[in-house]
């Protein structure tokens, strides 16, 4: 009988579980413990650089960026070698260049020049008074 009654409440336990997963938010970002401040990036501006820095992530690339702009131009110098110009196109990159992550490795995407530059003005204007060291994690809304 109290292997029954065990059984039932185990039984009833994962699936209370399996609910409280389902309900979830899948796009509710999980907010990293390793960031300082998180940076909730405007789709609705710049749809084209959130959609490559939301694939990029599911890609594998880090969500946190650890900001390092004394090292940007070797950064995207190490992501762009190698990645042709396109006509038209901006090359992005996530890590972005100003991110100790950025570099070698970075995800490449070609997207428009509007879109990208007004996104990497945004996100410049939004950490021009934290330093470098900052760990950054950009959540896309």
């Not at 390793?34 to 909730?40: C, H, K, S």
């Not at 990208?116 to 934290?130: K, M, P, T």
């Amino acid at each position: 009988m109290h292997k029954k009654l065990i059984v039932f409440i185990l039984a009833l336990l994962i699936g209370f579980g399996s609910w409280l997963f389902e309900q979830q938010d899948s796009a509710t970002p999980v907010v990293s413990t390793d960031a300082d401040l998180v940076l909730e990036f405007p789709s609705d501006r710049y749809p084209e650089t959130a959609k490559h820095i939301q694939t990029a992530i599911e890609k594998g690339q880090s969500a946190v960026c650890t900001i390092d702009r004394k090292n940007a131009s070797k950064h995207r110098d190490e992501s762009l070698r190698g990645i042709p110009t396109k006509p038209g196109l901006d090359r992005d990159e996530w890590p972005m260049a100003m991110c100790k992550e950025g570099g070698k490795g970075a995800d490449i995407a070609y997207i428009s020049p509007s879109d990208n530059r007004g996104a990497g003005s945004w996100v410049a204007n939004q950490l021009e008074n934290y330093p470098d060291g900052t760990r950054v994690q950009m959540v896309v809304k």
